[in-house]
């Protein structure tokens, strides 16, 4: 009796979650899906009729002719994938020693950090991208600091270049890494440190042998959480980069909003998903096996 | 011969969060003989963490110098000490096997992987948990992840093992067993061993030697029995088990034995040497060295615990004074309020020169 009370009860307090997600996230989803196989109709929208060189297009071969061969857009899609892993590894290097100052400072410090690290959340993206506009272009913050101090004589070219993208991407994405990687940091048992050190371990074998091995959940947990939004950033490519520093995010926004190609912006959408999926599950699957005979 | 570990004139105060400074050790002498079972005894923040700390290398020493087989170590890192700790919270790797865990000193030293698979199993099974290799430390229960710490700090063979409150988690049964195994331990393995703790019926059980330690300065150094029966003071008589202490005024001397009283004049006779009538000194004597029978101090029973085989209790003299604690055989029918004299054999009395 009491067991099925407790279902019921339980079945009443995640039913609002499982209708909101069936509603706005599942249906949706498989409205993409659908029209990733449906010919793009004249004006925007879709034919209802079965059209499968959406995906071909991605790849390299336009509307089913086989003879010419671009693959402009699995290129953007390379591209999005190596920014994406390029922010990973920027945002890890940065915010990992980082992770190890804050853990050491006295209570009332690490709560004045958090905050400031929580802060950007505060004000809108759009605007903090505009900043770095002003800081990066060739009369900018930067390059006159730069040609002020002689480094160099002539402005850097860095706004709408793939370093603007990146650059940006980093900005945005560190307290997304740092908060994970804090936590994995701050669980980290001092003592076993101590003790790698006392049996004789040096400072390198003490950090590869226990502390990368301690914090691979917080580093993990954080690769994930930038790459995903990274692959499929297209706000800080629409400010910061140029026609170099397009991404396939960028590129579905296009077949939405501009050149009112449906079905194939929903076939991109499927196909960054499906990256993502797998990089996900790649990722999980040997965290495990790590976590499991290490 | 000389000593293994020859610490001189320690010193190390940290800055508290008042802003004043603290003394954790103030002018520390100590030697340790190879082989020996040291036990570092006394009340949390006396200042013997901070000296087993100052010797596995992770604190350091304000002045003063360390001798470890002669050579000095106090520059040395803590990898570099032939010195290893067992953890007072056995800091054991979660993320590796229990033999990878055991093996670990020999691993990163760069032992071949045969040969330290053959030393681990030697040492797991020294330490009764062969075949357990390939648990993880998650999966093991206290005891046994005491043992695997245990392992892992014996198995590179160092010249001193270092034990910080290891038992501390342990329940009372396991403890005890753990005590003794420890001390065997250390016979057959050859190792000194200087023991924290802040139990002392822990460092009675076990040490050739205890160092009572009390605001970073050391008050005795001795062998169990004579910290127990021969304290220095009044603070290592009332840290090592139960202390009756009676201030007492020498009245006369007669022959081996001098007979004093308290001011509120319980009498009793102490040891006549060395004893000048008027002479204010402090008795000590343990709840075990009174026999209860027709003579000697009279009081009356004010509360009475039982033990077992054993009876507590609690005494009033008749002339006053504080409670006199007394442990006695039961069954001799010593309930609360029975009149009873406590006499005592005089060269049982301990004396402390000072009142």
């Not at chain 2, 009340?43 to 963490?49: D, E, L, R």
């Not at chain 2, 357990?132 to 046994?144: D, V």
Request: charged share 15%; aromatic share 8%; with cysteine.
């Amino acid at each position: 009796m009491a067991n099925r009370r407790q279902s019921v009860a339980l079945g009443i307090l995640l039913a609002p979650v499982t209708l909101f997600l069936g509603v706005f996230f599942l249906l949706p989803l498989g409205i993409i899906a659908l029209f990733s196989v449906l010919t793009p109709g004249l004006y925007g929208g879709v034919e209802w009729a079965f059209y499968h060189w959406n995906y071909g297009r991605i790849f390299g071969w336009a509307d089913g002719i086989i003879e010419i061969y671009e693959p402009i857009y699995l290129q953007i899609l390379l591209r999005s994938l190596s920014f994406a892993a390029l922010t990973v590894i920027l945002t890890l290097i940065l915010c990992y020693p980082v992770a190890f100052w804050v853990s050491r400072l006295s209570e009332r410090w690490r709560l004045v950090f958090m905050f400031l690290i929580t802060l950007p959340f505060f004000s809108s993206l759009i605007v903090r991208l505009y900043a770095w506009l002003l800081i990066l272009k060739p009369s900018g913050l930067l390059n006159a600091a730069l040609l002020a101090l002689g480094i160099v004589d002539v402005p850097l070219e860095i706004l709408y270049t793939p370093t603007a993208v990146v650059l940006g991407m980093v900005y945005v994405m560190v307290p997304f890494m740092f908060l994970p990687l804090y936590s994995a940091v701050d669980n980290l048992d001092r003592s076993q440190i101590e003790a790698s050190l006392d049996l004789g371990a040096n400072r390198v074998q003490t950090f590869v042998k226990v502390v990368l091995p301690q914090t691979l959940p917080g580093i993990m947990g954080g690769a994930v959480i930038v790459f995903i939004p990274s692959v499929g950033n297209f706000v800080v490519p629409d400010v910061l980069g140029g026609a170099k520093g397009l991404m396939i995010g960028n590129l579905v926004e296009q077949q939405f909003l501009s050149s009112r190609n449906w079905p194939f912006g929903s076939a991109l959408s499927m196909i960054i998903m499906a990256v993502v999926l797998t990089v996900l599950l790649i990722s999980v699957t040997r965290a495990r096996k790590a976590g499991g005979h290490a | 011969m000389a000593p293994l570990l020859e610490i001189r004139e320690a010193r190390r105060s940290f800055v508290t969060p008042e802003g004043g400074r603290l003394a954790a050790l103030d002018g520390v002498n100590l030697d340790v003989g190879a082989n020996e079972f040291v036990t570092l005894l006394g009340p949390s923040g006396c200042g013997k963490t901070t000296l087993l700390r100052a010797i596995s290398g992770f604190e350091s020493l304000d002045s003063g110098t360390m001798r470890l087989d002669g050579a000095d170590l106090t520059a040395l890192p803590p990898f570099r000490r032939p010195v290893n700790t067992v953890f007072q919270s056995y800091a054991l790797f979660g993320h590796m096997s229990v033999a990878r865990n055991v093996g670990y000193a020999l691993e990163v030293a760069g032992v071949a992987r045969a040969t330290r698979e053959a030393q681990v199993a030697e040492v797991l099974e020294k330490v009764g948990l062969a075949g357990m290799g390939a648990r993880r430390p998650g999966q093991l229960s206290g005891g046994q992840r005491q043992r695997v710490a245990l392992a892992r700090s014996i198995i590179a063979k160092p010249r001193l093992l270092l034990l910080d409150e290891p038992l501390s988690a342990l329940d009372r049964n396991l403890r005890q067993q753990m005590q003794l195994e420890l001390k065997s331990l250390q016979h057959a393995l050859g190792i000194a061993f200087i023991f924290v703790t802040h139990d002392q019926e822990e460092a009675l059980t076990m040490s050739d030697r205890i160092v009572v330690m009390r605001s970073g300065q050391i008050e005795q150094i001795g062998t169990p029995r004579e910290i127990y029966r021969h304290p220095r003071n009044r603070f290592v008589a009332e840290f090592i088990g139960e202390t009756n202490l009676f201030p007492v005024t020498i009245d006369r001397v007669e022959g081996a034995e001098a007979l004093a009283r308290t001011a509120e004049g319980v009498e009793m006779r102490l040891p006549g040497k060395d004893r000048r009538p008027g002479e204010q000194v402090t008795a000590i004597l343990r709840p075990a060295d009174f026999t209860l029978g027709g003579a000697g101090i009279p009081g009356r029973v004010t509360r009475a615990v039982y033990l077992g085989s054993d009876l507590y209790l609690f005494v009033q003299p008749l002339a006053g004074g504080p409670e006199i604690r007394v442990i006695a055989r039961d069954g001799a029918g010593f309930d609360e309020g029975a009149a009873v004299h406590l006499a005592h054999d005089p060269a049982r009395v301990h004396v402390l020169e000072a009142a």
